[in-house]
């Protein structure tokens, strides 16, 4: 089990997400889990997400359902 989970969310975050994801990956504390969650993002976020988490195991990516 994890001592710390991070939430990020994710909207179109093409830009940033890399760096951010990157960021606390670089962590000197390495006890903690990744939560993205992606809302429904059309620019080439998940593409970045999934750089991480088929990388590092700490990473995890969950996409909101459409509510119809």
């Given at each position: 089990m994890r001592e710390v989970s991070i939430i990020?969310?994710?909207y179109n975050?093409?830009?940033?997400?890399?760096?951010t994801l990157?960021?606390?990956?670089?962590?000197s504390f390495h006890n903690f889990e990744v939560l993205i969650?992606?809302?429904f993002s059309t620019d080439n976020s998940l593409q970045i997400i999934n750089l991480f988490t088929s990388?590092?195991?700490?990473?995890?990516?969950y996409?909101?359902?459409?509510?119809?």
């Open positions: 990020t969310p994710c975050a093409s830009k940033t997400i890399y760096k990157d960021s606390i990956r670089k962590q969650i992606d809302d990388k590092d195991k700490r990473f995890k990516l996409e909101r359902k459409k509510n119809y």
